[in-house]
Each structure stands twice: as structure tokens, then as C-alpha cells.
């Protein structure tokens, strides 16, 4: 026996980023506009894809991927609202990944837009693209007020921050002024729209971001 | 945990086109933007390697740091935020990767 030393250069990335450039041709060639939207369990993802749909669903076919450790409840629920959705659960992991949803994304070449609701957490989604287009954060006040400046990474990475159920801040004692300032800190590009999508507060303010990354992602895309 | 699970097939495929009956170490370098907890990994890595060729192997991990810089004056900083104190677009270079570098066994 005697020992080698083998120098190499393999990043554990890497296969997610070959599934992700191959999901992100797929949507590309089929005009579809991605949605990875992250965050919390329990901060409004379902509900922000419900919303969407009821107000954008005359004009936009909307798609979903549902990523959740177990059951089928955001699937029933998206169902309801029109959405052609297509759970997929991911067990232990904590996060999907391209590769993990690369079948499922070839079900939806007849959408107009597809969300991509990410398994319930702040921290290990944020490492694996899934060829989406744009990146949602949604957070809400019952989080805690030093929620973001907790979890900088996907905060700095996002396309959109939501800070939802703003109407509860006072009850829970969050200060949003604070969470705004530190998206802020981190974020400057990401617009930072204040909501509530149980009492319809800032729905206009995200619908307009929404058609506007929808418009400007479709420029690129054939279709 | 995918991390882990990543780093050992990798490991392993290497291992395997070597022709090695036994790896010894592994040297990996871990962004710390990741925000792997390197103690987590190697007790991950523990784990998942139970039972495989690479069992007992020791995981040396690398920690790289990002370039944080601002863009307009080059003031440099730990940790990544948008904009500098002058105005400028502070910019992220790195520290998002995973890299396997090295890998020594026994043939
Ligand atoms: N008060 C209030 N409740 C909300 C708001 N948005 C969502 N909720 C409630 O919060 C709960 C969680 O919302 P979901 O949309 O299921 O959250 P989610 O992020 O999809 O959660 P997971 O799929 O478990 O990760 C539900 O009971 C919603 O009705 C809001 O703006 N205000
Ligand atoms: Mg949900
Ligand atoms: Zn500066």
C-alpha cells in the first residue's frame, strides 16, 4: 500500500449550477418568467402566490412548484386559486435544489409565470439557484425585528424583500422601521415593499414590481 | 447535510477512478458566505462517510473570505452591505464556493 495525493478543483456547486443553467434554458425557450420565493415557514408564501393569482389570473397563467418537508396543503390551497401546481416534497432536506426540481420545471412549458415556493427557512435556500429569474424574500413582523440583519446573505441576494403582516407588528412588538433600514443596509438594488396580504395592504405595491419583473424578464425570453 | 453528502461523493468518485482502497484526508475550501458551520460540516461529514472507504478520513477545511469592497473609494470591509459611508456601490467578490482541493488515500 502507499499513499497518493490527487490535486483537484471540484466545487460542490457545481451540479447545481449545470441543472440550474439547463431549468433556466427550459423556462428561457418556453417565455416562462421564474419566481424562487423564499423565506420563513410560515411568512406568506402560499399566500402570496393565492393573492397573486386572483388578481393577475385574467391576464398571466400562473404555475407553481411546491417545495415543503411533508404533506400537500399549499397544493390544495394554490389549486383552489387556479394555479396549476406540482408538489414536490423534499423529506429532510431544507431547501430545493435545480436538480431536485429539474422534472418538474419541464411540466410547466405552458405558464406564463411559475413560482417556486422553497422549502420553509432563511438560510439554505439562499446557496442554490434554481434557474429562477428573479428571487423573493417574504418576511414577516412576527419574525422579530432583527430578523434580516440575522440572515444577511439571502437579504442581500434578493430581487424583491416583502415584509408582510404588518398589521401585527404592533402586537408582537416589531419595529418595522428597523427591518426596513436593514434591507436597506444591505440591499440597495431590492425594492422593500411593507405588506399585509390578510387585510390586502401593499398588494398594488407588489403587483407593480410583479408586472414589471414579468415584463422585463419576458424581453429576454422568446416567447 | 447536502453539503456533506456533496463533499463525500465527490470524495468517492475521485477515490474510485484512483483505484484507492483508502482515503486519508481531504482538504476543502469553504466560503464563508456559505455560512457552513465548519465544526457541523465535519460532524456531517463524519456521518455520511460511515461505512465507505473514506471513513475516519480527516477533513481539513480551508476558510476563504470574500473581497468586500466599495466601488468607489476601495474602503475594504468584513462583512457585506450595500453602500459605503461615501456614497459608493459596495461590491461581493467570492466567498460563495465550495471547492475540494485536495484529496490523499491509500492505493
Ligand atoms: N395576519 C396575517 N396573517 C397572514 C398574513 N399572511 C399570511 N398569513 C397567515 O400566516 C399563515 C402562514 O401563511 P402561508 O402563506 O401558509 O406561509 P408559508 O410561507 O407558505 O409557510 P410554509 O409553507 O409553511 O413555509 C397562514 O395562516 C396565513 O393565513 C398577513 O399578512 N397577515
Ligand atoms: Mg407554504
Ligand atoms: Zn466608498
Known amino acids: 500500500m502507499h499513499k497518493i495525493e490527487a490535486d483537484v478543483q471540484l466545487s460542490l456547486l457545481e451540479e447545481n449550477r449545470k441543472y440550474a443553467g439547463e431549468n433556466r434554458e427550459f423556462l428561457r425557450e418556453h417565455g416562462v418568467v421564474a419566481f424562487n420565493l423564499m423565506g420563513a415557514t410560515g411568512s406568506g408564501k402560499t399566500m402570496l402566490i393565492e393573492k397573486t393569482a386572483d388578481l393577475v389570473s385574467d391576464k398571466l397563467k400562473i404555475g407553481a412548484i411546491l417545495g415543503d418537508v411533508a404533506g400537500d396543503d399549499d397544493f390544495k390551497r394554490v389549486t383552489k386559486h387556479g394555479v396549476k401546481a406540482k408538489m414536490v416534497n423534499t423529506g429532510k432536506e431544507c431547501h430545493l435544489d435545480a436538480h431536485f426540481i429539474h422534472h418538474a420545471v419541464e411540466e410547466f412549458a405552458d405558464v406564463d409565470v411559475l413560482f417556486m415556493e422553497n422549502v420553509g427557512n432563511l438560510v439554505c435556500p439562499v446557496d442554490f439557484d434554481l434557474g429562477e429569474d428573479y428571487r423573493v424574500v417574504v418576511v414577516s413582523v412576527t419574525e422579530g425585528d432583527d430578523v434580516i440583519r440575522k440572515h444577511p446573505e439571502i437579504f442581500r441576494l434578493a430581487d424583491a424583500i416583502l415584509i408582510n403582516k404588518i398589521s401585527l407588528a404592533d402586537a408582537v412588538g416589531c419595529d418595522v422601521d428597523i427591518m426596513l433600514r436593514d434591507a436597506r443596509r444591505l440591499n440597495a438594488k431590492a425594492p422593500v415593499i411593507k405588506m399585509d396580504l390578510k387585510n390586502d395592504i401593499g398588494v398594488e405595491n407588489w403587483l407593480e414590481w410583479f408586472f414589471d419583473a414579468v415584463e422585463r424578464a419576458k424581453k429576454y425570453k422568446s416567447v | 447535510m447536502s453539503f456533506a453528502q456533496s463533499l463525500l461523493e465527490n470524495v468517492l468518485r475521485v477515490a474510485e477512478e484512483k483505484g484507492a482502497k483508502k482515503v486519508k484526508r481531504v482538504v ?6 456559505l455560512m457552513l458551520n465548519p465544526e457541523q460540516l465535519t460532524f456531517c461529514y463524519e456521518v455520511v462517510s460511515k461505512g465507505t472507504i473514506a471513513e475516519n ?13 466599495c466601488s468607489v473609494c476601495g474602503k475594504e470591509f468584513d462583512a457585506p452591505f450595500a453602500i459605503c459611508d461615501c456614497g459608493g456601490v459596495v461590491t461581493v467578490e467570492g466567498g460563495k464556493d465550495a471547492v475540494i482541493r485536495k484529496i490523499e488515500m491509500e492505493v
Open chain 2, 28 to 33: 476543502v475550501e469553504i466560503g464563508t458566505l
Open chain 2, 57 to 69: 478520513s480527516e477533513l481539513n477545511i480551508v476558510e476563504i473570505k470574500p473581497k468586500i469592497r
